[in-house]
Antibody, heavy 115, light 107 residues
Framework: EVQLVESGGGLVQPGRSMKLSCAAS????????MAWVRQAPTKGLEWVAT????????YYRDSVKGRFTISRDNAKSTLYLQMNSLRSEDTATYYC????????WGQGVMVTVSS | DIQMTQSPASLSASLEEIVTITCQAS??????LSWYQQKPGKSPQLLIY???SLADGVPSRFSGSRSGTQYSLKISRLQVEDIGIYYC?????????FGAGTKLELK
């Protein structure tokens, strides 16, 4: 059974950093690109970043470029999102998804940026 | 950036009714269009990929179609469990973009 389990969220002050993790199981992690998608409270879905299966290619939405870094450890079957210089508008539930299609999603982890 | 204009924003329909949701892409995206369903308090679930292919485990009453740069999701006979918010996603080129969502309610 495919499982994606996010962790690392919580309350953080503006300008500070936070790192999210997504532990994958039930499939060969190193064969799939992965992505982060977020959803602000009561809002729609917003793609954040994508990483290729081997980590050699990464893509970001403009609003997080230079602040967020997506990475992966294929030996640990884990996806990461390092978030720096956080802003109030980054407050959202962050989902880890498999592949460009998002055929599997994690349960999501809440990140609240507030003083 | 490619814009995805989704309509309607909300929709009220009766059980067994046919429901259609559309997404208009601002430029050609080929078949790089997916549809997702999100139930309250839950993670989104993939319904359709490649514009017309049904994801594993998705009931056959769901179908996707394409006409040029307009994409449609059709529910042939609405069931209670279909209530939720539906989103389209273009994955043709980054930044990948979702439609604004369609909230589907029971009449």
């Amino acid at each position: 059974e495919v499982q994606l389990v996010e962790s690392g969220g919580g309350l953080v002050q503006p300008g500070r950093s936070m790192k999210l993790s997504c532990a994958a199981s039930g499939f060969t992690f190193s064969n799939y690109g992965m992505a982060w998608v977020r959803q602000a409270p009561t809002k729609g879905l917003e793609w954040v970043a994508t990483i290729s299966y081997d980590g050699s290619s990464t893509y970001y939405r403009d609003s997080v470029k230079g602040r967020f870094t997506i990475s992966r450890d294929n030996a640990k079957s884990t996806l990461y999102l390092q978030m720096n210089s956080l802003r109030s508008e980054d407050t959202a539930t962050y989902y880890c998804t498999r592949g460009i299609l998002g055929d599997y999603w994690g349960q999501g982890v809440m990140v609240t940026v507030s003083s | 950036d490619i814009q995805m204009t989704q309509s309607p924003a909300s929709l009220s329909a009766s059980l067994e009714e046919i429901v259609t949701i559309t997404c208009q892409a601002s430029q050609d995206i080929g078949n790089w269009l997916s549809w997702y369903q999100q139930k309250p308090g839950k993670s989104p679930q993939l319904l359709i990929y490649g514009a017309t292919s049904l994801a594993d485990g998705v009931p056959s009453r769901f179908s996707g179609s394409r006409s040029g740069t307009q994409y449609s999701l059709k529910i042939s006979r609405l069931q209670v469990e279909d209530i939720g918010i539906y989103y389209c996603l273009q994955a043709y080129s980054a930044p990948y973009t979702f439609g604004a969502g369609t909230k589907l309610e029971l009449k």
